[in-house]
């Protein structure tokens, strides 16, 4: 990491789906856990659809076309949506308790041991379209320590608006060079970087489940290449006390 | 604790200056660390002026004399108008060393042993007028291991004002009857009782130095009344796991 000053980095603003946990491996698994009609790929198809639904939803926040919705509200209009075209009826309280699948997602094998070390050199925290609820419910079940919980909620914006990297930028009191967006997906890095942030890119190759893919991006297009946590706390000088 | 149902509580907000550190014994140590001319008391004296000027700097805010303002810069403020009082002059970058004291002050010795039990069982968050730069610092540096750092800062208004406390049960995802206010002030307890929350009220009678004394309040205003956090977290039923 020859070009990256290191040293001058205090904090890491880390996305959360597909960066930090596994949504395609944990809404499939909650459709077999639930026994719902929804099995294509084991329920891996809707998982795909639910999460397509998610960026068109937000766009209708960002244009106005919604008031601010939180994640819980927009997860739900996109699911009643898909389970009509399904044809699938669920009662209320199943509906609701699929629902909050977002907030039990689970972590990648690395995701915990990685942030436990980056946390003794950095301050670390989320910085998520999820909103502040949903991200501490899910830290509270998946053992994720983070220092704080920034959220796009705190700013009435979206990522990648600018407003939410410049924002956590202020609250955490540091210059924007000072914060390192860590990301598996381009575009969040690429809007980070366009406020003045450093950027650190975590490969996800199983985010969209097996022979899903990941978006691509140029060589050398962010300050730091992660294979995971445990690798990017190795390149950002993160070790363990003991180690 | 007979008539609070502590199953219903899910979060635990914490005022943190007085009752998680010591701002009397960590500005006294510090006014002997860097040296200053500020010694009656060992610097206790001047802790309490720099104390005392909070509350009308904060309703200067409150009353839109002042724009909002950090806790940084109300400090500074009451800083360099005791300084003047006294004729002592400091370079400028040990008056802002000094102004970070807040930053570094020191938990209570019970402090991070009672968090890290009631961490176990509820969501533990700072809810202080501390801005979220200085309570993250303030976290690092002693160790307290929040699940969130909230402040008055995310609301634009400073305690005792609705907004805080109904602000944080809005961001927590709870009913302001699943949060509890945790407290050594009993006009911040009573504040929060008034928008719903539980409360907690914990003895800190060294809060203002040795003969300081604690400010009144009546047996059983409050749903808990604890010695210390250890003591909370007993009360409580939050244990460590090996316990």
Same mark, same amino acid.
């Given at each position: 990491m020859p070009s990256l000053p290191a040293s001058e980095i205090r904090a890491l603003c880390f996305d959360v789906f597909g960066t930090v946990v596994d949504w395609y491996g944990s809404v499939q698994a909650e459709v077999q856990r639930l026994g719902l009609p929804l099995g294509a790929n084991g329920g891996g198809d809707f998982a795909l659809a639910w999460r397509a639904g998610y960026a068109p939803a937000m766009q209708d926040v960002r244009s106005g %076309?919604? &008031?601010?919705?939180?994640l819980d509200g927009l997860h739900r209009r996109i699911l009643d949506r898909l389970l009509a075209e399904r044809g699938v009826v669920l009662a209320e309280a199943q509906a609701a308790e699929f629902n909050r699948v977002w907030h039990r997602l689970q972590p990648w094998p690395d995701s915990v041991a990685g942030l436990t070390r980056l946390k003794q050199r950095f301050t670390i925290t989320t910085l998520s379209n999820g909103h502040v609820a949903l991200l501490l419910n899910m830290a509270k079940n998946a053992g994720l320590p983070w220092d704080t919980v920034l959220s796009a909620e705190l700013f009435g914006h979206y990522k990648p608006d600018p407003e939410v990297y410049l924002g956590a930028a202020r609250l955490l009191g540091l210059? &924007? %060079?000072q914060v390192m967006m860590v990301a598996c997906h381009p575009g969040d890095l690429r809007a980070a970087a366009a406020c003045g942030l450093r950027t650190a890119h975590v490969a996800r190759p199983l985010e969209r489940g097996p022979g899903g893919g990941m978006e691509a991006w140029q060589p050398g297009e962010f300050d730091v290449a992660a294979e995971d946590f445990v690798d990017l706390a190795r390149q950002l000088g993160a070790t363990l006390e003991h180690e």
């Open positions: %076309a919604l &008031p601010w919705t939180d210059r &924007p %060079a």
